[in-house]
Nanobody
């Protein structure tokens, strides 16, 4: 059974930092393109960042470029999202996802991903 479990969310003030983790079981993380997504109440799910299976290419939404960093530790089978200089508009439920199709790239479109975690809440106060 494939499981993705996110952790590391919480409440911080604007300008603060959090590091999200996504630990995988039932799949080998380096065999998948991985992504982070978020969804705020009343809004659509949006892609935040992703990392390709081969070469570890990374992509970011414009809204988080320069503030967020995606990485993976294959030995720990864990995906990370380092979030710095957090803003109130970053408040959302954050999800990690795995896509087994793409190899040299990855997508910020949620529809291509096959497996999802349950999410971790990030709340940023002003």
């Amino acid at each position: 059974e494939v499981q993705l479990v996110e952790s590391g969310g919480g409440s911080v003030q604007a300008g603060g930092s959090l590091r999200l983790s996504c630990t995988a079981s039932g799949l080998t993380l380096d065999a998948y393109a991985m992504g982070w997504f978020r969804q705020a109440p009343g809004k659509e799910r949006e892609g935040v960042s992703c990392i390709s299976r081969r070469r570890g290419r990374t992509y970011y939404a414009d809204s988080v470029k320069g503030r967020f960093t995606i990485s993976r530790d294959n030995a720990k089978n864990t995906l990370y999202l380092q979030m710095n200089d957090l803003k109130p508009e970053d408040t959302a439920m954050y999800y990690c996802a795995a896509d087994f199709r793409q190899a040299d790239s990855c997508s910020l479109s949620w529809s291509v991903y096959d497996y999802w975690g349950q999410g971790t809440q990030v709340t940023v106060s002003s």
